[in-house]
């Protein structure tokens, strides 16, 4: 009922609360901070726990990073492999070799500090 909402609002604001720039995750409805420090939905009468959105994001952004460098470094292993397999050259050989070492261990650290 839109119009209990709007009045229920109205009586949170009376009583001190203050309107937050978040929504209810439930019914998105604006969320009020209670004198308390509850955080409230009005529409749905039950408090709303609010996880740190700018840590979560962040979080989830340097997922993606690890995710698109682990695809990086993979491609990468496969292409050096390409060009070791087919050069003869040992001194070229050699290089290749270091590069595909390099990203093995930067792999390796990627994995170990996305395990932490
Ligand atoms: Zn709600």
Do not use: H
């Not at 995750?25 to 740190?52: D, H, M, N, T, Y």
């Amino acid at each position: 009922m839109p119009g209990e909402g709007m009045r229920k609002m109205a009586e949170l604001l009376r009583s001190g609360a203050r309107m937050l720039s978040y929504n209810c995750p439930e019914c998105g409805s604006p969320l009020f901070q209670l004198k308390s420090g509850e955080i409230w939905c009005a529409s749905c009468q039950k408090r709303v726990v609010i996880v740190a959105e700018d840590e979560d994001e962040s979080a989830a952004t340097r997922e993606l990073l690890w995710e698109s460098l682990e695809r990086t470094l993979v491609e990468k292993l496969s292409s050096v492999n390409g060009l070791l397999s087919a050069e003869a050259e040992p001194a070229k050989m050699r290089d290749l070799a270091e590069v595909i070492s390099l990203l093995l261990s930067s792999l390796d650290r990627l994995r170990r500090i996305r395990k932490s």
